[in-house]
């Protein structure tokens, strides 16, 4: 018998099938790097890391990523605050991300890309959602229509 998964869109557990024989694909969605870490960044990266390493125990080859946003509107305002660039304050607080996982024993991700590299493509998707009349604009901000993806909620 295979992994078991509950899969939240069927809401049914089902049998783990990977797109690509024996290699697991992870991308997890990091922290926004503005401050120190918390409880929560603590429990969801050893969430994760229990999960990559059950695939690796499996026999599984796992590509795991998780990223850094490095922009926002409360990394702006801090480092505004503080007199200090957007990177120097993000990357104070993505060593100091790895060092509180080292101290928990989190493995590494493979990747660990930074929102701030991708932007250019961010764009381009955004763009097709709204060309697609599936994200609208409001007030200068970009919104998913809900009412589009049936059965959402």
Do not use: W
């Not at 078991?4 to 049914?12: C, D, E, G, P, V």
């Not at 694909?25 to 790097?33: A, D, K």
């Not at 229509?145 to 059965?151: I, L, P, R, W």
Request: charged share 25%; hydrophobic share 35%; aromatic share 12%.
């Amino acid at each position: 018998m295979g992994i078991r998964i509950f899969n939240t869109l069927s809401k049914n557990k089902e049998i783990f099938q990977p797109l690509k024989s024996n290699h697991v694909r992870i991308y997890v969605c990091g922290v926004t790097v503005y401050d120190d870490c918390h409880l929560g960044h603590g429990r969801a990266a050893v969430v994760f890391d229990v999960v990559r390493r059950y695939f690796e125990f499996s026999g599984y080859k796992v590509d795991f990523i998780c990223n850094f946003t490095d922009v926002d509107d409360k990394i702006i305002s801090r480092a505004s605050r503080l007199g200090i660039t957007i990177s120097e304050l993000t990357n104070k607080y993505i060593q100091q991300f790895y060092q509180d996982m080292d101290v928990l024993g989190v493995k590494r991700a493979d990747k660990s890309p930074r929102a701030t590299d991708h932007i250019e493509e961010m764009i381009e998707m955004i763009s097709v959602l709204i060309d697609k009349r599936l994200a609208y604009s409001s007030d200068g901000d970009v919104y998913f229509d809900v009412s589009k993806f049936e059965g959402y909620g």
